[in-house]
Nanobody
Framework: QVQLVESGGGLVQAGGSLRLSCAASGNIFSIDDMGWFRQAPGKQRELVATITTSGSTNYAASVKGRFTISRDSAKNTVYLQMNSLKPEDTAVYYC??????????????WGVGTLVTVSS
């Protein structure tokens, strides 16, 4: 089994910055795409950003230009640098990792989430 552990959430004022980290550990075969999702109170979980093993990135329109996703594949770690934060960015942020395992096919993993609160 693979575990994802997020860190870096917290309380920040509007306009501020935070950096989230997510490290994968355990019985890792080969992590493929990694990404961040978020879920605000009363809303569905939504994609924030993803990154492939080659470094190609994809962002939600609402965070493009403010957030930057990056990864250290040697450490199986993904980061999310969040700048110019807005109150509407308040949510629980979840790390996601995809893996293609022999005989099992594609497998997805989720972290337990880290809370980001942006005050106005």
């Amino acid at each position: 089994q693979v575990q994802l552990v997020e860190s870096g959430g917290g309380l920040v004022q509007a306009g501020g910055s935070l950096r989230l980290s997510c490290a994968a550990s355990g019985n890792i075969f080969s992590i493929d795409d990694m990404g961040w999702f978020r879920q605000a109170p009363g809303k569905q979980r939504e994609l924030v950003a993803t990154i492939t093993t080659s470094g190609s990135t994809n962002y939600a329109a609402s965070v493009k230009g403010r957030f930057t996703i990056s990864r250290d594949s040697a450490k199986n770690t993904v980061y999310l640098q969040m700048n110019s934060l807005k109150p509407e960015d308040t949510a629980v942020y979840y790390c996601n990792a995809q893996e293609m395992r022999p005989f099992a096919g594609g497998v997805g993993y989720w972290g337990v989430g880290t809370l980001v609160t942006v005050s106005s």
